[in-house]
């Protein structure tokens, strides 16, 4: 009997196991339990799972987005604030994942481990939360990208403060009114195609030129004599066997590095990264973060690509320019973007985006720890290099240091058109990217809708608005 | 702005608090009546050496005699073997048998072959050594007492009506939550259900109470309780099946009083373990004969409009088989009759792609294999053996088809393992992801039963009731039901010495690890912290063959307590 006592502690250690298990899965519910709930498959939050006591959503002013009034959802006054945030704030639906609306379901509703999510609607406490975004900010982006050209455009409008991670404005189009969503059926798909997608946060295109900071900074870095460098230009020319040409084939005669980045020359930047080669290309996209996925806010951005081949010079040109082909294209992001410039601006370090001001419940950020993290994506030499070839611009008061780019993209569409770039003032330190889809030249589409952007924010940030 | 709904509001919230708070008081008053009433630390008989003068306590029901410092008696004479001879206590008396001794075992001058009857004050010689048996009140030394058994006492913790009362009122409580479904539906049908419910409970304790005259009901009233949870959970979901599953509970307390009653004398295993073995092997092949293929696994038999999982059944022969006597154990020590026939169990279980129940039987085979042996190499080969033939199967999958077809459901289980939420929509980790949001959910008191929207999903009342239970009553509440299950072989194992024989003891401990690791596998499957799912929570899980095969293991547990048999009321 003593025998069978002592061989039954075998089958207790599998109690004790057992036990050690419930442990370990009560510390994982304790730890994951916020992260659990928000799931769009999630029916208790799902449809208008909740809304109809959740708490008030608010841009860097207090100004509201979104809030409940006797159990009705209701958002901005001005439906161009509504439809220009949309992707920000988000509806009714779970449809557009990334935005607040869906990601901090659970928070808005007053969500608590302890009671779980089906408190009482008399019983329930909701939590407010301040975004860093300017609503007339986004409002005047969002202007430009729906009625500033001969037709709604599709695309995107990020700027953010480079120092604190604060962004002011988050545009994507197409977009809807979040008080009125549309009926999206076979009749109207195409308007409405990809309009869940937050093309800042989602999207990945080609970007043409403005990859040239990425090739410039691998030249900055292995080319010893890169300033005393000359090219001559004709405007194309055979690399690799196959033609290279610059837009519309214009000849910009004998330039060095800085004239090539302000004409935007291709057949230098080309010949630059077919000098550099595959391996050097690909270590500096790599640095540069141009295949990752940054997180921002609990979401991942859509990672860029770039790939150089080896054994393909012609194609190597062209990926230097942006423009790689099949395997090889070239995509990015324009969170990503604007992060790059952001590092651009500040020694080499992206400090992290962030939407959120407060009001998540996320302890580490509210007392710091997990705010202004930062990512080295430059080297501060190369920065500061960087800053000094990039063209500069006077927009809305503001120095700002940037680069067009005009991607084509085929398919019979017109190029994507990109601005990206950087103010350099200390009281509106603005890292930011606009692209806009199926357009033209970067300097007549993007670059006015980063203009409407900049200048509302750098009024509304001096206070003179 | 005060609003009478709030009052109303608060009620239903405060059920919802009441429910936790009582379920931890019926499973903590469950195991606090196990530890009470018992019979008092007093030696049964005691053996006087008359040469030396000296007096040995024999407490227990089998003891082991030999020089083995491991035996219930040591002896320290060169002339005994290692493990001697076995004195044990049937209805008929003491008896000693000897279990392969050099020198032989003698009773009165006689050597014993097989079992001798020995009365008081007859000589058993052992070796060179001779003892005379005597009353058990010849000893008068204190002795100690174990310490899950410290409050020794006549008097219960808790009286069993009250006990009862404790768990009709959970049940009730659970009716009531229902009837505020939110969908709205037929208000009073889980009154109903209720009303079935608890007049099975009663009648199944005043059979025991009146009729069987026990003194002790709580390990029934613990099944009682989880079976009950079981039932109500169903009414908002599938009512139709909360009476089917209440029919089955009936079905298996039926069973568990007949086994109780069949292995009364521990000593009839030995004489039918063939044809059981016979039986329960038939009962596998049929399923893969006559069984359909369900949910992957072809491991329903389906009977006119009756359809039951032969494997539920074959677990509790499974154990009966394995455990045995004392002497018989230490005469015929291997244990390859044993190991063959859990070949042939788990092989027809894998034929059936039943992987889940498979790895049941095979902890069990461990687990047996063990207590029968205390080698832990019978525990370390089957292991190797076992994690050489899956990684043989996942080199074979990918290569042969017919082998694949059946594997790659596991294999690909494996592969989103710890990483479910990048497989949130895909087969490997639906159904996971979907437990952990739905038990986040809940939180501690969950959203009331009928309001959850996980009974939505397919096998949320089998295999993913933990989340079910969770999600509806709260997460306390489900963890308090799986520590109630965990808890038996706590128990199983503090009344192991007080078992009337090594039978009893074997097959509880074997009963209540099984039960165990099912729990383990259901549990820690689902919320993907082991790689496995598809077997069912004990006694909660909808289930017919499930629920009656958790009765007929509880009642090993409930035989081993030597109160069962000996004391009347």
Known sequence: MKRTLRRSTLILLFTIAFIVGIGFFSVELVLGARDWVDQPYNAHISGNGGLEQAGKIMDRNGAPLAETVDGERLYNEDETVRRALLHTVGDNSLNISTAVQSKYRSNLIGYSLIWGLNMPQSLRTSRDITLTVDAPTCAAAYNMLSTGFDEPKRGACVVYNYKTGDVICSVSTPSYDPANPPQIDENNESEYEGVYLDNVMSSALTPGSIFKIVTAAAAIENIPDIYSRSWYCEGTEIIGGHEVHCYNETAHGEIGIKEAMEHSCNIVFAKLAVELGADKMNAQAEKMGINASFKIDDVGTAKGHYQAPGNDENVLGWTGVGQGVGAYEDKVNPMQMAMLCAAVANEGKAVNPTYIQSGTGDVLKDIGITRNQSHDLIDPNTALQLNDILPAYNIGGLTVHAKTGTAEVGDEKRPNAWFVGYSTDSDCPLAFACVVQDAGLGSEYAMPVAEAALETAAQRLRGKM | ?569
């Open chain 2, 1 to 569: 702005m005060f609003n009478i709904s709030v009052l109303y509001d608060a009620g239903v919230v405060g059920l919802r608090i009441v429910m936790p708070l009582l379920a931890i008081i019926i499973v903590y008053q469950c195991y606090a009546a196990m530890r009470r009433r018992r019979r008092p630390e007093k030696p049964l008989v005691s053996l006087y050496n008359p040469r030396s003068g000296g007096m040995i306590p024999v407490v227990f029901w089998e003891n082991s005699i030999g020089r083995s410092k491991s035996s219930d008696i040591v002896i320290n004479d060169l002339s005994v073997s290692r493990n001697h001879c076995v004195l044990l206590r049937r209805s008929a008396g003491w008896f000693v048998s000897d279990v392969g001794s050099m020198s032989g075992t003698f009773v009165n001058g006689v050597r014993v072959n097989g079992r001798a009857q020995v009365l008081i004050d007859d000589i058993i010689k052992v070796g060179s050594t001779e003892y005379q048996l005597k009353r058990g009140n010849d000893f008068n030394s204190p002795l100690r007492s174990d310490k899950f058994f410290s409050k020794v006492s006549d008097k219960p913790a808790i009286q069993a009506w009250k006990l009862m009362f404790m768990i009709t009122m959970f049940h009730l409580f659970m009716a009531v939550e229902a009837m505020f479904w939110n969908d709205g539906g037929n208000v009073y049908s889980p009154m109903i259900l209720f009303g079935a419910l608890a007049a099975t409970e009663w009648i199944f304790f005043s059979v025991s109470y009146f009729a069987l005259r026990r003194v002790n009901f709580e390990l029934e009233a613990l099944g009682l309780f989880l079976t009950g949870i079981g039932v109500m959970m169903l009414v908002r979901q599938a009512e139709r099946s909360a009476y089917v599953q209440l029919a089955a509970a009936g079905i298996g307390i039926v069973l568990y009083c007949l086994i109780i009653k069949f292995i009364e004398d521990p000593d009839r295993s030995d004489k039918i373990r063939l044809p059981m073995m016979i039986v329960s092997v038939l009962m596998l092949a049929s399923s893969i004969v006559l069984g359909r293929v369900t949910n992957g696994a072809a491991n329903w038999v389906y009977i006119g409009s009756i359809s039951f999982q032969p494997s539920e059944f074959v677990k509790t022969i499974f154990i009966f088989v394995g455990a045995g006597a004392l002497d018989k154990l230490q005469t015929k020590r291997n244990l390859i009759e044993f190991i063959i026939y859990s070949v042939v169990c788990v092989g027809l279980l894998a034929l059936m792609s039943d992987f889940g129940t498979a790895l049941i039987f095979f902890v069990t085979f461990l687990l047996v294999a063990f207590m029968r042996s205390g080698d832990i190499k019978t525990v370390l080969l089957p292991v190797g053996a076992v994690a050489g033939t899956f990684g043989l199967l996942s080199f074979l999958a990918e290569r042969i088809n017919f082998i694949g077809d059946r594997f790659n459901y596991v294999l690909n289980r494996f592969k989103a393992y710890r990483h479910v939420w990048d497989y949130a929509n895909e087969a490997a980790g639906y159904q996971q992801v979907r437990v952990l949001t739905y038990i986040a959910s809940g939180g501690l008191f969950g959203v009331g039963i009928g309001n959850g929207y996980f009974k939505q999903y397919f096998a949320s009342e089998s295999d993913l009731v933990f989340a079910l239970v969770a999600e509806e009553m709260g997460v306390i509440v489900a963890i308090v039901t799986a520590l109630a299950v965990a808890m038996l072989m706590i128990y199983a194992r503090a009344i192991t010495t007080r078992s009337r024989s090594t039978f009893y003891s074997i097959s509880a401990c074997c009963a209540a690890g099984l039960l165990v690791v099912q729990l383990s596998l259901n549990i820690f499957g689902a919320t993907d912290i082991l790689p496995l799912t598809g077997v069912t929570f004990p006694f909660v899980s909808c289930g017919g063959s499930s629920l009656i095969s958790c009765w007929g293991l509880l009642a090993f547990i409930k035989a081993a307590d030597e109160r069962t048999y000996s004391i009347k009321r």
